[in-house]
C-alpha cells in the first residue's frame, strides 16, 4: 500500500472495516480515472465496490476518499461517481472540494491516463 494511504489509515484510526472500503473504494475509482474520464453512477459503483452494496452506502465511503484525496494532495477521484438522475456528483463532492466536478474529472483523468503519475493505492513509494 503506498504508504501515505498506509499513514493516513493509522494517524486517522479508521477501523478495519471502514478503512478496507475507502481503500477499496479509491482502488476502483483510480481504475476508473485510468481508463476514461466518463462517470459512473452510484449504483455502477456500489456494485463495482461490493456486489448488493446499496447505492445510498457510498455516501460516507466517498466523503473518507474525498477527505483523503484533499489532504494528501492526489486527485480527488470522487468526482467520477454521479447520480443516475441528474449526472451530477452530490453535495458531498463539494463538501470536501471547491473544484468544479468537471475540472476534478478532468485533472484525474490526465494524471491516471494520460501523464500516468498520479499516485495509487497499491504503489510502494
Given amino acids: 500500500m503506498h504508504p501515505v ?10 477501523d478495519e472495516a471502514r478503512s478496507r472500503r475507502m481503500i477499496n473504494g479509491l ?18 459503483f456500489a456494485e463495482k ?16 476518499i474525498g477527505v483523503f484525496c484533499n489532504q494528501a494532495g492526489w486527485p480527488n477521484v470522487t468526482c467520477f461517481v454521479v447520480s443516475a438522475t441528474t449526472g451530477e456528483c452530490s453535495d458531498g463532492f463539494t463538501k470536501v472540494s471547491n473544484e468544479s466536478p468537471a475540472a476534478a474529472r478532468d485533472a484525474a483523468w490526465f ?6 503519475n498520479a499516485p495509487h493505492v497499491d504503489d510502494d513509494a
Fill in 27 to 44: 482502488r476502483v475509482l483510480q481504475e476508473i480515472a485510468a481508463n476514461g474520464h466518463q462517470p459512473i453512477t452510484y449504483k455502477v
Fill in 111 to 116: 494524471a491516471y491516463a494520460v501523464y500516468k
Fill in 49 to 64: 465496490l461490493q456486489p448488493g452494496l446499496a447505492p445510498l452506502a457510498t455516501g460516507a465511503i466517498l466523503e473518507d
Fill in 5 to 14: 494511504l498506509s499513514e493516513y489509515v493509522r494517524r486517522t484510526g479508521l
